[in-house]
Protein backbone atom coordinates (compact mmCIF):
# COMPACT_ATOMS: atom_id res chain seq x y z
CA UNK A 1 0.00 0.00 0.00
CA UNK A 2 0.95 3.67 -0.52
CA UNK A 3 1.16 6.41 2.03
CA UNK A 4 -2.05 8.35 1.90
CA UNK A 5 -2.30 11.82 2.24
CA UNK A 6 -4.98 13.58 3.74
CA UNK A 7 -5.23 17.75 3.50
CA UNK A 8 -7.01 18.81 6.81
CA UNK A 9 -8.57 22.66 7.70
CA UNK A 10 -5.79 25.02 9.11
CA UNK A 11 -5.77 25.28 13.17
CA UNK A 12 -8.10 27.09 15.03
CA UNK A 13 -6.69 29.20 17.41
CA UNK A 14 -7.34 30.39 20.95
CA UNK A 15 -8.13 33.74 19.55
CA UNK A 16 -10.58 32.13 16.64
CA UNK A 17 -13.39 30.71 18.99
CA UNK A 18 -15.75 33.04 20.02
CA UNK A 19 -16.28 33.10 24.02
CA UNK A 20 -14.20 33.19 27.07
CA UNK A 21 -13.70 29.44 27.45
CA UNK A 22 -16.80 29.07 29.64
CA UNK A 23 -19.75 27.42 28.93
CA UNK A 24 -22.82 26.91 31.12
CA UNK A 25 -23.62 23.27 32.04
CA UNK A 26 -27.10 21.78 32.46
CA UNK A 27 -26.43 20.32 36.16
CA UNK A 28 -28.70 21.08 39.31
CA UNK A 29 -25.52 22.43 41.20
CA UNK A 30 -24.08 25.39 38.69
CA UNK A 31 -21.35 22.92 36.74
CA UNK A 32 -19.61 25.03 34.45
CA UNK A 33 -16.27 24.10 32.32
CA UNK A 34 -13.80 26.47 30.93
CA UNK A 35 -11.21 25.00 28.15
CA UNK A 36 -7.64 26.32 28.86
CA UNK A 37 -5.81 26.73 25.58
CA UNK A 38 -2.81 29.02 26.82
CA UNK A 39 0.22 28.34 28.67
CA UNK A 40 -0.43 31.32 31.18
CA UNK A 41 -4.14 30.01 31.75
CA UNK A 42 -2.32 26.47 32.28
CA UNK A 43 -0.49 28.22 35.83
CA UNK A 44 -3.58 29.60 37.31
CA UNK A 45 -4.59 25.85 37.91
CA UNK A 46 -0.88 24.76 38.58
CA UNK A 47 -1.66 24.02 42.82
CA UNK A 48 -4.91 21.83 41.79
CA UNK A 49 -3.13 20.25 38.61
CA UNK A 50 -0.34 19.34 41.18
CA UNK A 51 -2.56 17.67 43.69
CA UNK A 52 -4.90 15.73 41.46
CA UNK A 53 -2.12 14.69 39.06
CA UNK A 54 -0.81 10.67 39.62
CA UNK A 55 0.94 9.99 36.30
CA UNK A 56 4.38 11.45 35.42
CA UNK A 57 2.72 11.48 32.02
CA UNK A 58 0.58 14.59 32.59
CA UNK A 59 2.89 16.25 35.37
CA UNK A 60 2.78 19.92 34.44
CA UNK A 61 6.31 20.58 34.18
CA UNK A 62 6.75 17.70 31.60
CA UNK A 63 3.64 19.07 30.28
CA UNK A 64 5.36 22.37 29.80
CA UNK A 65 8.51 21.04 29.02
CA UNK A 66 6.83 18.35 26.13
CA UNK A 67 5.58 21.68 24.84
CA UNK A 68 8.47 23.40 24.26
CA UNK A 69 9.94 19.75 22.54
CA UNK A 70 7.33 18.98 20.41
CA UNK A 71 7.21 20.35 16.83
CA UNK A 72 4.36 19.47 16.14
CA UNK A 73 2.33 21.27 19.72
CA UNK A 74 0.59 23.66 18.78
CA UNK A 75 -1.42 25.13 21.91
CA UNK A 76 -2.72 23.54 24.99
CA UNK A 77 -6.33 21.69 25.27
CA UNK A 78 -7.04 21.27 28.97
CA UNK A 79 -10.99 20.69 29.78
CA UNK A 80 -11.92 21.86 33.06
CA UNK A 81 -15.34 20.76 34.88
CA UNK A 82 -15.80 23.61 37.62
CA UNK A 83 -18.55 23.46 40.41
CA UNK A 84 -19.51 26.80 42.33
CA UNK A 85 -16.86 28.18 40.66
CA UNK A 86 -14.44 25.64 42.03
CA UNK A 87 -12.30 23.02 39.74
CA UNK A 88 -13.76 19.42 40.23
CA UNK A 89 -11.97 17.48 37.64
CA UNK A 90 -9.50 18.09 34.50
CA UNK A 91 -8.99 16.47 31.31
CA UNK A 92 -5.32 17.42 30.31
CA UNK A 93 -4.83 17.30 26.13
CA UNK A 94 -2.91 19.43 23.86
CA UNK A 95 -3.35 20.18 20.66
CA UNK A 96 -1.17 18.76 17.70
CA UNK A 97 -0.65 19.54 14.21
CA UNK A 98 0.80 16.02 12.89
CA UNK A 99 0.92 12.87 10.95
CA UNK A 100 -0.73 9.87 12.06
CA UNK A 101 1.91 6.76 12.10
CA UNK A 102 -1.38 4.17 10.94
CA UNK A 103 0.39 0.57 11.02
CA UNK A 104 -0.25 -2.91 9.64
CA UNK A 105 2.42 -4.51 12.64
CA UNK A 106 5.50 -2.22 12.84
CA UNK A 107 4.73 -1.15 8.66
CA UNK A 108 3.45 2.07 8.39
CA UNK A 109 0.32 2.26 5.56
CA UNK A 110 -1.22 4.93 5.99
CA UNK A 111 -0.01 8.79 7.34
CA UNK A 112 -2.76 11.36 6.93
CA UNK A 113 -2.28 14.52 8.02
CA UNK A 114 -4.54 15.73 11.32
CA UNK A 115 -5.25 18.03 13.86
CA UNK A 116 -5.31 16.31 16.60
CA UNK A 117 -6.45 16.79 19.83
CA UNK A 118 -4.20 14.06 22.29
CA UNK A 119 -5.18 13.65 25.55
CA UNK A 120 -1.97 12.87 27.98
CA UNK A 121 -1.66 9.07 29.73
CA UNK A 122 -2.90 9.41 33.35
CA UNK A 123 -4.73 12.98 32.03
CA UNK A 124 -7.81 12.88 33.73
CA UNK A 125 -7.86 13.35 37.28
CA UNK A 126 -10.31 15.25 39.76
CA UNK A 127 -14.20 13.84 40.75
CA UNK A 128 -14.34 11.19 37.72
CA UNK A 129 -18.38 11.40 38.05
CA UNK A 130 -20.74 10.13 36.01
CA UNK A 131 -22.05 13.55 35.46
CA UNK A 132 -18.63 14.90 35.28
CA UNK A 133 -17.55 12.14 32.89
CA UNK A 134 -20.59 13.69 31.02
CA UNK A 135 -19.88 17.27 30.55
CA UNK A 136 -16.53 16.62 29.70
CA UNK A 137 -17.50 14.04 26.63
CA UNK A 138 -20.07 16.74 25.65
CA UNK A 139 -17.05 19.56 25.64
CA UNK A 140 -15.33 17.19 23.46
CA UNK A 141 -18.15 17.04 21.24
CA UNK A 142 -18.48 20.49 20.74
CA UNK A 143 -14.56 21.29 20.32
CA UNK A 144 -14.79 18.82 17.48
CA UNK A 145 -17.48 20.26 16.09
CA UNK A 146 -16.50 23.76 15.95
CA UNK A 147 -13.46 22.59 13.79
CA UNK A 148 -10.76 23.08 16.59
CA UNK A 149 -9.55 19.44 15.75
CA UNK A 150 -10.06 16.43 13.58
CA UNK A 151 -9.98 13.83 15.84
CA UNK A 152 -9.43 13.25 19.51
CA UNK A 153 -7.28 10.59 21.01
CA UNK A 154 -6.99 9.10 23.95
CA UNK A 155 -3.61 7.62 24.30
CA UNK A 156 -4.93 4.56 27.06
CA UNK A 157 -8.44 4.79 29.02
CA UNK A 158 -9.88 1.96 31.42
CA UNK A 159 -12.91 0.61 29.72
CA UNK A 160 -15.06 0.31 33.17
CA UNK A 161 -14.61 3.77 33.52
CA UNK A 162 -17.71 6.50 33.39
CA UNK A 163 -15.43 8.59 30.97
CA UNK A 164 -15.17 5.63 28.56
CA UNK A 165 -18.69 5.05 28.61
CA UNK A 166 -19.73 8.88 28.58
CA UNK A 167 -17.33 8.86 25.62
CA UNK A 168 -19.41 5.64 23.79
CA UNK A 169 -23.29 7.14 24.60
CA UNK A 170 -22.16 11.08 23.54
CA UNK A 171 -20.74 10.05 20.43
CA UNK A 172 -22.47 8.72 17.22
CA UNK A 173 -21.33 5.31 15.35
CA UNK A 174 -19.19 7.68 12.67
CA UNK A 175 -17.54 9.94 15.18
CA UNK A 176 -16.35 6.35 17.37
CA UNK A 177 -13.15 4.56 16.36
CA UNK A 178 -13.57 0.91 15.81
CA UNK A 179 -11.61 -2.32 16.04
CA UNK A 180 -9.42 -1.02 18.62
CA UNK A 181 -7.12 -3.08 20.58
CA UNK A 182 -7.58 -4.13 24.29
CA UNK A 183 -4.07 -3.98 26.26
CA UNK A 184 -3.95 -5.56 29.65
CA UNK A 185 -2.72 -3.07 31.95
CA UNK A 186 -0.59 -4.84 35.05
CA UNK A 187 0.74 -3.92 38.37
CA UNK A 188 1.74 -5.16 41.68
CA UNK A 189 0.61 -4.28 44.83
CA UNK A 190 3.85 -4.56 47.04
CA UNK A 191 3.80 -6.08 50.30
CA UNK A 192 5.45 -4.95 53.47
CA UNK A 193 8.83 -6.37 52.29
CA UNK A 194 10.84 -7.38 49.21
CA UNK A 195 10.77 -10.98 50.92
CA UNK A 196 7.22 -11.04 51.10
CA UNK A 197 7.10 -10.08 47.45
CA UNK A 198 9.19 -13.08 46.20
CA UNK A 199 6.95 -15.59 48.32
CA UNK A 200 3.88 -14.27 46.53
CA UNK A 201 5.32 -15.22 43.12
CA UNK A 202 4.65 -18.45 41.65
CA UNK A 203 7.07 -21.15 42.36
CA UNK A 204 8.87 -21.55 39.11
CA UNK A 205 9.57 -17.59 38.45
CA UNK A 206 10.88 -17.53 42.13
CA UNK A 207 13.29 -20.03 40.97
CA UNK A 208 13.98 -19.09 37.59
CA UNK A 209 15.36 -15.74 39.00
CA UNK A 210 17.33 -16.72 42.21
CA UNK A 211 18.87 -19.90 39.57
CA UNK A 212 20.35 -16.75 36.82
CA UNK A 213 21.06 -14.60 39.74
CA UNK A 214 23.19 -17.07 41.33
CA UNK A 215 24.34 -17.80 37.76
CA UNK A 216 25.48 -14.62 37.84
CA UNK A 217 27.27 -14.03 40.51
CA UNK A 218 29.08 -17.36 39.59
CA UNK A 219 30.35 -16.87 36.26
CA UNK A 220 30.88 -13.07 36.66
CA UNK A 221 31.50 -12.46 40.05
CA UNK A 222 33.16 -8.76 40.89
CA UNK A 223 33.01 -8.49 37.10
CA UNK A 224 29.31 -7.81 37.65
CA UNK A 225 27.22 -5.30 39.24
CA UNK A 226 24.39 -2.69 38.79
CA UNK A 227 24.45 0.85 39.00
CA UNK A 228 21.91 2.67 39.30
CA UNK A 229 21.02 6.36 38.45
CA UNK A 230 18.66 9.20 40.13
CA UNK A 231 20.10 12.71 40.20
CA UNK A 232 19.81 15.39 36.69
CA UNK A 233 23.60 15.22 36.40
CA UNK A 234 23.70 11.34 35.87
CA UNK A 235 20.73 11.65 32.81
CA UNK A 236 23.48 12.18 30.07
CA UNK A 237 25.34 9.14 31.19
CA UNK A 238 22.45 6.79 31.57
CA UNK A 239 21.22 7.55 28.57
CA UNK A 240 24.62 7.07 26.86
CA UNK A 241 24.87 3.57 28.40
CA UNK A 242 21.33 2.38 27.96
CA UNK A 243 21.96 3.28 24.26
CA UNK A 244 24.69 0.61 24.33
CA UNK A 245 21.70 -1.89 24.78
CA UNK A 246 18.85 0.12 23.10
CA UNK A 247 21.21 -0.62 20.29
CA UNK A 248 21.44 -4.50 20.38
CA UNK A 249 17.74 -4.45 20.64
CA UNK A 250 15.22 -5.52 17.60
CA UNK A 251 12.80 -2.78 19.20
CA UNK A 252 15.47 -0.75 18.00
CA UNK A 253 15.76 -1.78 14.74
CA UNK A 254 11.65 -1.61 14.77
CA UNK A 255 11.84 1.82 15.87
CA UNK A 256 10.05 1.30 19.00
CA UNK A 257 11.72 0.91 22.93
CA UNK A 258 14.26 4.09 24.50
CA UNK A 259 15.02 7.06 22.05
CA UNK A 260 17.59 9.60 23.09
CA UNK A 261 15.63 12.64 22.19
CA UNK A 262 15.35 15.78 23.46
CA UNK A 263 11.93 15.06 25.48
CA UNK A 264 13.03 11.68 26.44
CA UNK A 265 15.99 13.28 28.43
CA UNK A 266 14.07 16.14 29.63
CA UNK A 267 11.27 14.28 31.30
CA UNK A 268 14.04 11.89 33.26
CA UNK A 269 15.69 14.98 34.49
CA UNK A 270 12.51 16.23 35.41
CA UNK A 271 11.99 12.90 37.05
CA UNK A 272 15.40 13.71 38.83
CA UNK A 273 14.28 16.96 39.73
CA UNK A 274 11.72 15.78 41.88
CA UNK A 275 13.59 12.86 43.27
CA UNK A 276 11.48 9.95 41.64
CA UNK A 277 13.92 8.95 38.57
CA UNK A 278 15.04 5.33 39.14
CA UNK A 279 17.60 4.54 36.04
CA UNK A 280 19.08 0.85 36.74
CA UNK A 281 22.10 -0.79 34.49
CA UNK A 282 23.35 -4.18 34.66
CA UNK A 283 26.68 -4.77 33.98
CA UNK A 284 28.57 -8.36 32.68
CA UNK A 285 31.66 -8.60 32.36
CA UNK A 286 31.78 -4.96 32.96
CA UNK A 287 29.36 -4.25 29.58
CA UNK A 288 25.98 -2.43 30.02
CA UNK A 289 23.62 -6.21 29.71
CA UNK A 290 20.36 -4.86 30.39
CA UNK A 291 18.24 -1.72 32.01
CA UNK A 292 15.24 -0.74 33.74
CA UNK A 293 13.88 2.93 33.88
CA UNK A 294 11.18 4.31 35.63
CA UNK A 295 9.62 7.07 37.51
CA UNK A 296 8.53 6.97 40.86
CA UNK A 297 5.87 9.34 41.06
CA UNK A 298 3.92 9.81 44.67
CA UNK A 299 3.49 6.43 46.21
CA UNK A 300 3.38 4.18 42.58
CA UNK A 301 6.57 3.35 40.42
CA UNK A 302 5.88 3.50 36.61
CA UNK A 303 8.39 1.42 34.57
CA UNK A 304 8.80 3.23 31.31
CA UNK A 305 11.73 1.55 29.57
CA UNK A 306 13.45 -1.95 29.53
CA UNK A 307 16.15 -4.17 27.18
CA UNK A 308 18.74 -6.07 27.36
CA UNK A 309 21.72 -7.11 25.57
CA UNK A 310 20.61 -10.52 23.46
CA UNK A 311 24.21 -11.77 23.92
CA UNK A 312 23.80 -12.14 27.44
CA UNK A 313 20.42 -13.78 27.17
CA UNK A 314 21.23 -17.06 28.65
CA UNK A 315 21.61 -15.17 32.16
CA UNK A 316 17.94 -13.51 32.37
CA UNK A 317 19.55 -10.17 32.79
CA UNK A 318 16.16 -8.08 32.11
CA UNK A 319 14.72 -10.18 34.89
CA UNK A 320 17.13 -9.84 36.99
CA UNK A 321 17.59 -5.39 36.82
CA UNK A 322 13.93 -5.53 36.79
CA UNK A 323 13.95 -7.59 40.30
CA UNK A 324 16.25 -5.06 41.65
CA UNK A 325 14.04 -2.04 40.96
CA UNK A 326 11.10 -3.54 42.42
CA UNK A 327 13.48 -4.47 45.57
CA UNK A 328 14.64 -0.42 45.48
CA UNK A 329 10.76 0.31 46.03
CA UNK A 330 11.09 -1.48 49.31
CA UNK A 331 13.30 1.69 50.77
CA UNK A 332 12.33 3.45 53.50
CA UNK A 333 13.38 6.46 52.35
CA UNK A 334 11.11 6.23 49.08
CA UNK A 335 9.11 3.50 49.47
CA UNK A 336 6.34 2.25 46.73
CA UNK A 337 3.53 0.62 47.15
CA UNK A 338 2.77 0.10 43.99
CA UNK A 339 4.67 -0.81 41.10
CA UNK A 340 3.53 -0.15 37.39
CA UNK A 341 4.43 -2.39 34.42
CA UNK A 342 1.79 -0.71 32.15
CA UNK A 343 0.67 -2.21 28.86
CA UNK A 344 1.35 -5.76 27.90
CA UNK A 345 0.75 -9.06 28.46
CA UNK A 346 4.06 -10.17 28.67
CA UNK A 347 5.43 -13.42 30.44
CA UNK A 348 7.59 -11.58 32.85
CA UNK A 349 4.22 -9.40 33.62
CA UNK A 350 2.00 -12.11 34.18
CA UNK A 351 4.72 -13.58 36.50
CA UNK A 352 5.17 -10.39 38.51
CA UNK A 353 2.13 -8.43 38.71
CA UNK A 354 -0.50 -9.30 41.16
CA UNK A 355 -3.19 -6.87 39.66
CA UNK A 356 -4.35 -6.10 35.83
CA UNK A 357 -7.17 -4.38 34.33
CA UNK A 358 -8.44 -3.73 30.49
CA UNK A 359 -7.19 0.00 28.88
CA UNK A 360 -7.32 0.76 25.26
CA UNK A 361 -6.90 3.87 23.56
CA UNK A 362 -9.69 5.79 22.47
CA UNK A 363 -10.72 7.57 19.14
CA UNK A 364 -13.33 10.21 18.12
CA UNK A 365 -13.76 12.43 15.24
CA UNK A 366 -15.08 15.63 13.99
CA UNK A 367 -18.51 15.44 12.26
CA UNK A 368 -16.65 16.21 8.69
CA UNK A 369 -15.93 14.44 5.82
CA UNK A 370 -12.08 14.56 7.18
CA UNK A 371 -12.97 13.01 10.31
CA UNK A 372 -14.65 10.08 8.51
CA UNK A 373 -12.09 9.57 6.19
CA UNK A 374 -9.63 9.58 8.94
CA UNK A 375 -12.01 6.83 11.01
CA UNK A 376 -12.05 4.87 7.85
CA UNK A 377 -8.31 4.62 7.44
CA UNK A 378 -7.48 3.66 10.92
CA UNK A 379 -10.27 0.80 11.44
CA UNK A 380 -9.03 -0.40 8.44
CA UNK A 381 -5.74 -0.50 9.48
CA UNK A 382 -6.29 -1.52 12.66
CA UNK A 383 -8.94 -4.67 11.34
CA UNK A 384 -6.14 -5.89 9.31
CA UNK A 385 -3.39 -5.41 11.96
CA UNK A 386 -5.66 -7.29 14.30
CA UNK A 387 -5.45 -10.30 11.78
CA UNK A 388 -2.19 -10.26 10.78
CA UNK A 389 -1.32 -10.89 14.86
CA UNK A 390 -3.40 -13.36 15.40
CA UNK A 391 -1.59 -15.07 12.18
CA UNK A 392 1.96 -13.96 13.45
CA UNK A 393 1.20 -15.40 17.29
CA UNK A 394 0.10 -18.61 15.47
CA UNK A 395 3.30 -18.69 13.85
CA UNK A 396 7.18 -18.97 14.85
CA UNK A 397 7.59 -16.14 12.73
CA UNK A 398 7.95 -13.57 15.32
CA UNK A 399 10.75 -15.39 17.08
CA UNK A 400 12.84 -15.43 13.72
CA UNK A 401 11.86 -11.58 12.94
CA UNK A 402 13.64 -10.54 16.52
CA UNK A 403 15.96 -13.15 15.89
CA UNK A 404 16.99 -11.78 12.75
CA UNK A 405 16.99 -8.08 13.94
CA UNK A 406 19.40 -8.85 16.83
CA UNK A 407 21.63 -10.59 14.28
CA UNK A 408 21.98 -7.62 12.09
CA UNK A 409 21.94 -4.93 14.63
CA UNK A 410 24.99 -7.06 16.68
CA UNK A 411 27.21 -7.19 13.52
CA UNK A 412 26.32 -3.67 12.98
CA UNK A 413 26.83 -1.87 16.51
CA UNK A 414 30.39 -1.28 17.01
CA UNK A 415 31.46 -2.52 20.33
CA UNK A 416 32.43 0.22 23.05
Known amino acids: MTILETEVHEVLTATDIPSAHTYPGTEADSATIRVLRTI ?41 VLRNGQPDCMLVGRLESCRLALKVGYATVFAPRANRLFVLQGGFFGKPSR ?90 GSRSHIQCYRHA ?62 KQYRHTFHGTYMGYDPQFAQYSPGMIVLMHSIEECFDPKTRATQFDLGWGDRHYKRAVCNQSRQDSPKYLYAPTLTGIRLNFLRSLTSIVDAGFRTLVAKSSFLQEMKKSWQSRLRKSTPRS
Open 40 to 80: AELEEFRDTWNLWCNDPNSDLDYYLASARCRSDFVRPHVIV
Open 131 to 220: ENCQLVARELKRCLKRGEADMTEFTRINRDSNLYEATESEFGFFQRGHFIPVHEHRWVELPATFEEFLQALPRKARHEFRRHEKRVVNEF
Open 233 to 294: EEVEELAHEVEKVSAKTYQRGLGVGFQRDAEVLESLRIAARTGGLRGCVLYLDEQPSAFFIG
